[in-house]
């Protein structure tokens, strides 16, 4: 019988090429596409507020001040953001931003003012506070400024080891900021506690710095005016002399 003799077939993988793509990528949004509603003392407070502490913390460049500006607070998770009214952040350059990431700054805000309303009143007393906390936000502040809830309509937290305790002394003060918070009518007054100067919305600087310059305008024209007469004096004093 022929011996018969079975070859084993030998089977031949295909290449494959691996590729690695980039890791996609994740984009922050500087809005969340929803109009905003705010009343005129709202708005206007927030500017007052956003303007005055960055004049007062003008001369120095690592303390930033920004109002109704996105904080991101967990890498690659758009969803983790918090959108205060205004806050400050000491520590970190002054400069223009569009979003603020807390991984790339290296920390959160020190302090934030929500100036809240009968609508926002659960957000701000409940969801926010509790992402403040977590976040180490050392002092948070809640202003009512139409009085529609808040009995006072000024309250403030202060971060301690247990958590957010309410500040009950008063006048109430941010120990972070170095400055004292004062309610006039539907307006929240900042106050230098060293000076007792309250820090000015943009139209009382405004009025200021007008007033200023026209004081400045009469000094000089007062002493022109004096230099003037006493060089008629002088002229006066040599023709009695030489006659």
């Not at 090429?17 to 005129?40: C, H, I, K, N, W």
């Not at 934030?112 to 926010?128: I, M, Q």
């Not at 009995?151 to 009950?168: A, D, N």
Request: charged share 30%; aromatic share 10%.
């Amino acid at each position: 019988m022929a011996e018969v003799q079975v070859q084993e077939a030998v089977l031949v993988q295909p290449k494959v090429e691996v590729v690695y793509l980039p890791p996609a990528r994740v984009e922050y949004p500087e809005s969340d596409g929803q109009p905003m509603g705010e009343t005129d003392a709202h708005i206007q407070l927030l500017i007052y507020l956003r303007e005055a502490l960055n004049d007062y913390f003008r001369n120095d460049p690592n303390v930033y001040v920004a109002g109704n500006l996105f904080v991101y607070y967990v890498e690659g998770d758009p969803s983790q953001v918090v959108c205060p009214d205004v806050f400050v952040v000491k520590g970190v350059p002054k400069g223009e931003r569009r979003i603020f990431k807390m991984w790339e700054e290296g920390k959160g805000p020190d302090v934030v003012f929500e100036l809240t309303s009968k609508k926002t009143r659960y957000e701000d007393l409940g969801a926010k506070k509790g992402i403040y906390e977590v976040l180490g936000v050392q002092e948070y502040f809640i202003f009512d400024p139409l009085g529609e809830y808040l009995r006072p309509p000024l309250i403030g937290f202060r971060l301690t080891p247990e958590g957010y305790r309410e500040v009950k002394e008063r006048p109430l003060v941010s120990e972070v900021l170095g400055l004292r918070l004062e309610v006039e009518g539907n307006l929240l007054r900042l106050v230098d506690p060293r000076t007792g100067q309250r820090l000015l919305t943009p139209q009382e600087a405004y009025e200021a710095h007008r007033r200023a310059e026209q004081q400045a305008r009469e000094e000089a024209e007062a002493r022109r005016r004096a230099e003037e007469e006493l060089e008629r004096l002088r002229a006066e004093l040599a023709r009695l002399k030489e006659g």
